[in-house]
DNA sequence: CCCGACAGGCTATCATTGATAGGTTGGCGG
DNA sequence: CCGCCAACCTATCAATGATAGCCTGTCGGG
């Protein structure tokens, strides 16, 4: 190999690297920003990137995986609110859809692309890392449905695996269709939460 | 233009094509196919695609159409059948969430990519056909829902955008996550229509 | 004080992708 | 018989992610 692998160091050039590509995405979306336009914004040529990243993918995954700590640490917030678990879990949920709304190239590269578009070259060590991310936050839901249902944990994990389909399916409508005709964002949001939640008890 | 316009013909080189062009997305998945496989199986050079249709996307456009009239016809042939109106919606929703998971690739572009990606040449001339052959399923779901809800207009959209929206998500989901630890999929399924249905009366 | 190791970067170069330019051919109507 | 034109073809682009192999500045041990 060329330059040998230095992904493991601290340095700050990854770092700096990560910033500017999630910048980038966040301007231009995700799928329209080449390794090119990084290595430029960096100020570095494009294959000094390899040196930092074994390939394009694992950059937006680390993206990914940090977005969606910080999803983990919000639900973990929320949780810690005062309050019914019905209240919890509806503060739950909007927080899950507004992270998506908020960081939408993150969004769909944990739970809209393909895997293996997404995460190929982490999955390839044995893991999903974005997934992982993703997942921790299913647990929390998982948690609060458990101390609200009462019921065994097969149930639970129906209840919540249904759940998390709609709120997601909202969520990633809403990314994936912005110029559908839907009716005011906020009320649908708020009707579909309702929905969820009359259904529990 | 080097070949002018020709792809008004009601030619059956194009039919071929897109005969092709299904069996390679099924077999490999719609992202891992290229112009040149295409233009391969059928037997042509690469650019003679290009002599029917304008972009490589208008042939998954295309494609997507078809599969979305087929589902706009199921959904009328469920509303034929006799029964309450929420025993239609609930065969609807099932062949939703079947179609879905029948066509992966076509539910994917019509619904989980981003529309530029998808069917920018065909929004172009202002229009979106996917959506357009995606909205009359919706349509179908609109009525059947303001039968059964006897409500306003609007009110009845809000239901039937977040029904959707519910639908959608385990349709996406499990589509976009095949590998996740999910509950025996039948039951899933059944119970997330369960959900949906013990909401609306 | 020099010198090897090496992190970090560079240029040159690939293969693959979708797409375009422009020439060739073969059948069909006037 | 001629010319049109649909339907091809080859050659070629530009952009993309990725690799090979060389150069350089810094830093610790002889």
New binding site residues.
């Given amino acids: ?4 692998d ?1 992904r493991q ?1 601290g ?1 700050e ?1 990854r770092e700096q690297i990560l910033e500017v590509a999630l910048q980038l995405f966040a301007q231009h979306g995700m799928a329209h ?5 990084i ?1 430029q914004a960096v ?6 990137l ?3 990243f ?4 694992e950059i937006s995954a680390e993206l990914c995986i940090r977005a969606f700590e910080t999803l983990y640490r919000r639900s973990i917030e929320v949780m810690a609110q005062p309050g019914t678990p019905l209240e919890q879990f509806r503060r739950l949920g909007r927080a899950y859809v507004d992270f998506g709304l908020d960081h939408p190239d993150m969004y769909r590269l944990a739970f809209m692309l393909e895997p293996p578009e997404a995460v190929s ?1 982490l999955v390839q060590q044995g893991k999903d890392p974005a997934m992982e991310a993703g997942e921790s936050a299913f647990g929390v839901l998982r948690t609060v449905l458990a101390r609200m249902l009462d019921a065994d944990d097969e149930t639970v994990e129906l209840n919540a695996q249904s759940i998390w389909a709609s709120v997601h399916g909202l969520t990633s409508l809403l990314i994936a269709r912005p110029h559908f005709a839907w009716v005011d964002r906020e009320r649908l949001i708020e009707h579909h939460l309702n929905r969820i939640c009359a259904q529990i008890d």
Avoid at 1 to 4: I, L, R
Avoid at 43 to 48: R, V
């Fill in positions: 190999m060329s330059g040998s230095k160091r340095g050039r920003v080449s390794t090119r336009q290595a100020g570095i040529s494009q294959p000094s390899y040196a930092h074994r390939t394009a993918h070259a």
